[in-house]
């Protein structure tokens, strides 16, 4: 064999090892948060179950459960290819239900979704007891896969509508 064969502390092999490793820590810190992040939704399940009848509760705790589900279905469908995927200014169009999203975008899209979950989850502590159920998961699947998404590209997207204006915005503190 020869020497370079052995010798696998060669520069270009552990700069490649290297990037790997900080992809994977990446997606590790982004998964992590988006855990923290989707401890929210308990979290507002609780304080509505706190706050309604106790004969509305079942209803409260199964319109949480299914808006993490309907949101995670529109969001892949069509939400996060809205959001982050190459389009023009004012939307993406590509990437639909996660065709031909790369690999190393998987954590990003878990991430975000589960803050288009929240996003769409604040307003079910506002209308507990005062909304039809078929209304709410109609308003759900609608934010999670258009409005929400719009507005993170106008954002977030590279070429977006506010971030060509020089609109700067961490995490959704303007």
């Given at each position: 064999?020869?020497?370079?064969?052995?010798?696998?502390?060669?520069?270009?092999?552990?700069?490649?090892?290297?990037?790997?490793?900080?992809?994977?820590?990446?997606?590790?810190?982004?998964?992590?948060?988006?855990?923290?992040?989707?401890?929210?939704?308990?979290?507002?399940?609780?304080?509505?179950?706190?706050?309604?009848?106790?004969?509305?509760?079942?209803?409260?705790?199964?319109?949480?459960?299914l808006?993490?589900?309907i949101?995670?279905?529109?969001?892949?469908?069509?939400?996060?290819?809205?959001?982050?995927?190459?389009?023009n200014?004012?939307?993406?169009?590509s990437?639909?239900?996660?065709?031909?999203?790369?690999?190393?975008?998987?954590?990003?899209?878990?991430?975000?979704?589960?803050?288009?979950?929240?996003?769409?989850?604040?307003?079910?502590?506002?209308?507990?007891?005062?909304?039809?159920?078929?209304?709410?998961?109609?308003?759900?699947?609608?934010?999670?896969?258009?409005?929400?998404?719009?507005?993170?590209?106008?954002?977030?997207?590279?070429?977006?509508?506010?971030?060509?204006?020089?609109?700067?915005?961490?995490?959704?503190?303007?």
């Amino acid at each position: 064999m020869a020497e370079s064969q052995l010798n696998i502390t060669d520069q270009p092999h552990l700069d490649k090892r290297l990037e790997e490793l900080a992809e994977n820590i990446d997606a590790m810190f982004l998964l992590f948060n988006a855990m923290i992040v989707s401890l929210m939704q308990a979290g507002f399940a609780c304080l509505e179950a706190g706050c309604v009848n106790s004969k509305n509760v079942t209803n409260i705790l199964m319109k949480n459960v299914l808006d993490m589900f309907i949101c995670g279905i529109f969001f892949w469908l069509i939400g996060y290819s809205l959001a982050y995927s190459p389009g023009n200014a004012y939307l993406g169009y590509s990437h639909w239900a996660g065709v031909g999203v790369p690999e190393g975008r998987l954590a990003h899209w878990f991430f975000q979704f589960v803050f288009a979950a929240t996003a769409a989850t604040i307003l079910s502590g506002a209308v507990a007891e005062r909304c039809n159920f078929t209304a709410y998961i109609v308003y759900s699947s609608v934010i999670s896969g258009f409005v929400y998404p719009v507005v993170a590209h106008w954002a977030w997207a590279e070429g977006g509508l506010l971030a060509e204006l020089g609109y700067r915005d961490f995490a959704g503190s303007g």
